[in-house]
């Protein structure tokens, strides 16, 4: 079955200082891996999406991840974290067949200190 | 683009009762999608509809759960006898229907029951 492993809950850093979120997966094909950000009241907004081709996306909000299969993983990367960077952050992998439904890995809360 | 929109933002109710969310897709996406989110946890698939033909339930959804999409545009999703439980953020999402198109989602609807 379809898995994914967010192993940072909480994660604090600095503003100004680089960000990097952990995501591995488990999936028996090539997986469609997403990257959400949920602020507090507010509905899911994508940050970047991997289907295919180059294994380092770039995102909006200064983001970028990059695919490493061997690595079975899916990393968020941001150089330089603003405070309004503040927010959940979940990695998800889509399902290829019909039904292209997403399984979410628990998240991670990010704090922003300034 | 008025983007995928949830009624009501927020419900409080008491064990026992009937409840029942709306969601208004972005027009013409044929794909909407229900997600349970509950705290401290990501959302997790509970059915799709293509147009207006509901194609899979997860086993999240009991008996207690229905959810239409009659004329296959805005979807219902009713939970019947509510528990404690079932207290989450209902979220909703839609696409075309590729499985390389994005989902986006609505601001969701949070579920109380005393």
């Known amino acids: 079955a379809q898995s994914v492993t967010q192993p940072d809950i909480h994660i604090t850093v600095s503003e100004g200082a680089s960000l990097e979120l952990r995501c591995n997966y488990s999936?028996?094909?090539?997986?469609?891996l997403f990257w959400y950000v949920q602020s507090p009241g507010q509905g899911l907004q994508l940050l970047l999406k991997?289907?295919?081709?180059?294994?380092l996306v770039q995102g909006i909000k200064g983001f970028e991840a990059e695919f490493k299969r061997s690595q079975s993983s899916f990393n968020l990367r941001k150089p330089s974290v603003h405070w309004s960077d503040a927010a959940e952050y979940f990695c998800?992998?889509?399902?290829?067949?019909?039904?292209?439904?997403?399984?979410f890995g628990t998240g991670t809360r990010l704090q922003v200190t300034l | 683009d008025t983007g995928v929109s949830q009624n009501p933002r927020h419900k409080i109710t008491k064990r026992g009762q009937n409840v029942t969310f709306r969601c208004d897709p972005i027009?013409?996406?044929?794909?909407l999608y229900w997600y349970r989110q509950t705290l401290g946890q990501g959302p997790e698939f509970l059915t799709y509809?293509?147009?207006?033909?509901?194609?899979?339930k997860s086993r999240l959804l009991s008996d207690r759960f229905s959810a239409e999409r009659p004329k296959g545009s805005f979807s219902t999703l009713e939970i019947q006898r509510t528990e404690q439980g079932d207290s989450a953020m209902y979220l909703c999402?839609?696409?075309?229907?590729?499985?390389?198109?994005?989902?986006?989602f609505g601001p969701g609807t949070r579920l109380t029951v005393l």
């Open positions: 999402a839609s696409n075309t229907g590729f499985s390389t198109d994005t989902q986006y």
């Open positions: 509809f293509q147009n207006e033909a509901q194609l899979e």
């Open positions: 027009s013409e996406h044929n794909r």
């Open positions: 998800a992998v889509g399902h290829t067949g019909t039904a292209s439904k997403l399984t």
């Open positions: 991997y289907f295919s081709g180059d294994t």
């Open positions: 999936y028996g094909a090539t997986p469609y």
